[in-house]
């Protein structure tokens, strides 16, 4: 039975100081490590082991990926990273305090930008601060400007049809080490969740989510490992 298991990363250093993140590089703080390696421990605990790993061009998410791994003696399997497994770009928000911008523009507007299905943030201007033109590790792809969970989906599902559902139909125990929203996107897709419903879904940092499969990968179960 197809099994695939979603990994939101484990606590960032901007989590932590409440600020909007999206395709800028953060780094786990220690409690995100540790909830990485609880979640590895967790998949070697109840059997849960993944054979092949996805995860986005991110620190966060590849840290993640590699204590889970590691604390769950699964570091040698196969790995693939992927921008389209990157969390959604907050565009101008970027870097911002949460409350401050909460403040500065009303709740009410800052929840548009954060929850909306397909209202995005205001754009990153060219050149600021947290332009990423310069990265090497996006070289030659078309950095997005801003974006909507709707324009977040229509770079995930592409390439979890093309890259992840070849190595289910395998039979191989996909584990996928990502971002809140990029994870939203496939939770959305495999549970057939609707757009206004989607917009309430969190996903817990370090939280395993498992998704037994049919063998035409439609969902039959879904849970958070630490409750079965």
């Known amino acids: 039975m197809p099994r695939l298991i979603l990994v939101r ?4 250093q901007w989590n932590l100081e409440n600020r909007f993140t999206g395709w ?10 540790e909830e990485a390696f609880a979640a590895g421990k967790l998949l070697a605990a109840k059997g849960v082991l993944p054979t092949v790993a996805f995860t986005s061009f991110q620190t966060r998410a590849i840290k993640t990926l590699h204590l889970a ?14 921008w389209r497994l990157n969390e959604r770009h907050y565009g101008g928000l970027t870097g911002l305090d949460k409350a401050e911008t909460a403040a500065k523009h009303g709740e009410d507007q800052v ?3 954060r929850r909306s299905f397909d209202i995005p943030p205001p754009v990153l201007d060219a050149g600021s601060e947290f332009d990423l033109a310069k990265d090497n590790r996006y070289a030659g ?6 974006e909507s969970l709707k324009d977040t989906i229509a770079r995930v599902l592409p390439y979890y049809e ?15 080490s990502a971002h809140g929203n990029s994870l939203r ?10 757009d206004e419903e989607i917009t309430g879904l969190e996903i817990p940092t370090g939280q395993p989510i498992v998704y037994e499969l049919d063998d035409n990968l439609g969902a039959i179960e879904r849970y958070y490992l630490s409750e079965k």
């Not at 791994?69 to 992927?82: F, Q, V």
């Not at 070849?166 to 996909?174: A, Y």
């Open 9 to 12: 990363h484990g606590q960032s």
């Open 24 to 33: 800028w590089d953060v780094d786990l703080t220690p409690k995100g490590e």
């Open 69 to 82: 791994l590691e604390a769950a003696g699964r570091l040698w399997i196969p790995e693939t990273k992927d």
């Open 111 to 113: 929840k548009v930008w």
């Open 141 to 146: 792809i078309a950095i997005p400007s801003t």
């Open 162 to 176: 093309s890259a992840i559902v070849p190595e289910l139909r395998k039979g191989e125990t996909v584990v996928i």
């Open 185 to 194: 996107a496939l939770v959305k897709h495999l549970s057939n969740i609707s």
